[in-house]
């Protein structure tokens, strides 16, 4: 069996490491190949594609998977859905347990067409841990057949979560954007942001919605929640988070985060850490 221990590593073989899976899976001739990766804090992996689409699964840290289009924040317990033939970067964020699962083109129909981030279910994270144990030798048989199988026809069923960052092409209000991202703040409001651009507010929303696929306000949660996640994988307080990003009060951050997570982060983030720890590498 293959095992890539990145984090045993320099950034030399890491980056040969990389640059050896994307042979393996070209090469690969099963409709479904699985194969794991430890990355250290940092780690970044260079703008590349695949002939086949990915599903990338955190079991632990947080991914940050940047494409021309905007960024996507994959935090523990999360798996992105990277369609294949697109360009895509990824950064870690802390010590990252990543496990890949990768489709051929036309394997099964309903597969999503777009990139996408979902909640892992735990039938599905048990899967992903099963094809992970498999032989990579030799073509699945058996009960590697099933899971596989079974794997492949549980990714249209997983719920998506709203852990997008789209970037709008507008040049002034892209540069808003990653203004934001430097001091996010849940108060920012449109009237600001459309003076700042030079625009009405109707102009300002229009534009800003036909570029990012998402209002100004849902634009804005989403960024906090990029802020937040990481942070609270390090281990910082979440009363300290939620200050820090300007709400005002805890109880209101947590709101936000449920909503967006669809748990309180003191429930995930002990979810993510019995996970992990309860996981064969």
């Keep these: 069996m293959v095992e890539l221990r990145a984090h045993e590593t320099d950034d030399g073989p890491l980056v040969g490491a990389d640059r050896w899976r994307r042979q393996w899976i070209e090469a690969a001739e ?5 194969l794991p990766a430890d990355y250290p804090d940092g780690h970044h992996v260079e703008t590349h594609r695949h002939n086949r689409s990915q599903l990338l699964y955190a079991l632990s840290g947080v991914v940050m998977v940047s494409t021309g289009n905007g960024r996507w924040m994959v935090p523990p317990e999360h798996a992105i859905w990277l369609p294949a033939g ?14 890949s699962v990768y489709v051929r083109l036309g394997a099964i129909a309903g597969l999503p067409e777009d990139l996408r981030v979902f909640s892992i279910t735990g039938l599905m994270r048990n899967l992903i841990v099963e094809a992970m144990a498999l032989p990579r030798e030799e073509p699945p048989a058996g009960r590697g057949t099933l899971i596989l199988d079974l794997l492949l026809h549980e990714i249209p069923n997983l719920p998506e979560r709203p852990l997008a960052l789209p970037f709008p092409a507008n040049r002034q209000l892209a540069l808003l954007c990653r203004r934001f991202l430097e001091a996010p703040s849940p108060h920012t409001t449109i009237d600001e942001w459309a003076k700042a651009a030079g625009m009405s507010r109707r102009s300002f929303t ?7 696929g998402l209002s100004l306000s849902m634009w804005r949660q989403q960024a906090c929640l990029f802020a937040a996640l990481p942070r609270l994988a390090d281990g910082e307080p979440v009363t300290t988070i939620a200050l820090d ?22 429930t995930w983030l002990k979810r993510g850490q019995r996970n992990t720890a309860t996981v064969p590498r």
């Design 30 to 34: 099963a409709n479904v190949v699985a």
């Design 245 to 266: 990003l300007g709400y005002d009060s805890v109880a209101a951050f947590i709101t936000m985060f449920r909503r967006m997570i669809g748990e309180p982060p003191r």
């Design 206 to 212: 229009r534009t800003f919605h036909r570029e990012t």
């Design 86 to 99: 697109v360009d895509h970067a990824v950064d870690m964020l802390g010590d990252v347990q990543m496990r």
